[in-house]
């Protein structure tokens, strides 16, 4: 089955928080993209909330549960206290945990699995309890994978920025897919689902699935929202899903 496609709307919601006005609407655009067919909404409050603020949370839990129970709320972050709490209160599908400082513009590199494993059990098995899926974002490096599994974790998100930043450089492209390939299928020997996201567009989503049959779900939202200012947001998730094999 190809992978599911979850649209990430922190960029929709830098874009409202420019103005502080109620547009664009983050649950408006939320709605319109599982409409058009997308499997999931992931969003990554930050703690000084410069896009997804603490208060859309409910709003997009309860636009899933009351319109499209089928479709599943992915919530990523480093996790705090008040993240854990905000995710407690939320009850996502899936918890993603990034190793983000909070003044990080972006994420840009996964977990130490090893040196951070002591930090990192206690809040999976808080997360389990919960019935929660937790995915650990990780860097596209296979050794050390067994450790996500031990730590309980359900999956790993694959961090795809270095093979996103090839997108003029074919050669580089292909070492970076190669490398994903590899990183991938280690997991899949640990007993780890896979996920990847960062700097994924509809140039580079065939050839990563290709490389990556096993590869449950791709979380996106740059791209996507850029290709939604050209081409509307249900023609832009209908491209994202093609690209993902459906």
Not at 18 to 40: D, E, Y
Request: proline fraction near 8%; glycine fraction near 8%.
């Amino acid at each position: 089955m190809p992978a599911r496609l979850s649209v990430n709307l922190n960029a929709i919601a830098m874009l409202r928080n420019r103005r502080n006005l109620p547009w664009p609407s983050v649950v408006g655009l939320g709605r319109i993209a599982l409409a058009a067919g997308a499997h999931g909404l992931t969003v990554h409050p930050r703690p000084d909330q410069r896009h997804i603020r603490f208060s859309d949370l409910p709003e997009i839990r309860a636009l899933i549960d009351d319109e499209f129970p089928r479709a599943e709320f992915n919530i990523e972050g480093f996790p705090t206290e008040e993240f854990l709490e905000l995710v407690e209160r939320n009850e996502p599908n899936q918890v993603t945990l990034v190793p983000d400082d909070p003044a990080q513009s972006t994420s840009d590199h996964g977990w130490d699995l090893a040196g951070q494993g002591e930090f990192l059990k206690p809040v999976v098995k808080r997360l389990k309890r919960r019935g929660l899926r937790v995915s650990l974002f990780v860097d596209p490096e296979p050794a050390g994978l067994e450790k996500a599994r031990e730590l309980g974790a359900d999956r790993i998100e694959l961090y795809t920025g270095p093979y996103g930043s090839c997108h003029s450089n074919p050669q580089g492209a292909i070492r970076e897919l190669e490398r994903l390939g590899r990183t991938a299928d280690a997991a899949t020997a640990a007993g780890l689902a896979v996920n990847a996201g960062h700097d994924l567009t509809v140039a580079n989503l065939p050839a990563l699935a290709e490389q990556i049959p096993q590869l449950a779900e791709v979380s996106i939202g740059h791209a996507l929202t850029a290709d939604a200012l050209e081409f509307g947001m249900p023609e832009t998730v209908r491209r994202f899903l093609a690209a993902c094999g459906w």
